[in-house]
């Protein structure tokens, strides 16, 4: 069974930051890409950050230049430091990823979610 865990998540003043981290665990026998999206109450799920087991990265066009998705690929883990953060930026943020296991082949997964909320 493969588990996604998020944690970072809390609530910081404009102009603040936060960094979220996310660790991938279970059978895993390769992965794909890994990455976070976010919703706001009312919004649609968005791309926030994804980066492919190679380093190809892309980003949601609001957060290009304040946040910068990384990962330790030997603990199967993702981070994304958050900067110069704005009210805008306050929702659930979940990390996803696409990864192979040997019983399921290649499948999506999404953690839980982690709150993020920035004051004014």
């Known amino acids: 069974q493969v588990q996604l865990v998020e944690s970072g998540g809390g609530l910081v003043q404009a102009g603040g930051s936060l960094r979220l981290s996310c660790v991938a665990s279970g059978s895993i026998f390769s992965i794909n890409t890994m990455g976070w999206y976010r919703q706001a109450p009312g919004t649609q799920r968005e791309l926030v950050a994804a980066?492919?087991?190679?380093?190809?990265?892309n980003y949601g066009d609001s957060v290009k230049g304040r946040f910068t998705i990384s990962t330790d690929n030997t603990k199967n883990t993702v981070y994304l430091p958050m900067n110069s953060l704005t009210p805008a930026d306050t929702a659930v943020y979940y990390c996803?990823?696409?990864?192979?296991?040997?019983?399921?082949?290649?499948?999506?997964?999404w953690g839980q979610g982690t709150q993020v909320t920035v004051s004014s």
């Open positions: 996803a990823a696409s990864l192979s296991t040997a019983r399921y082949g290649k499948s999506g997964y």
């Open positions: 980066i492919t087991s190679i380093g190809n990265t």
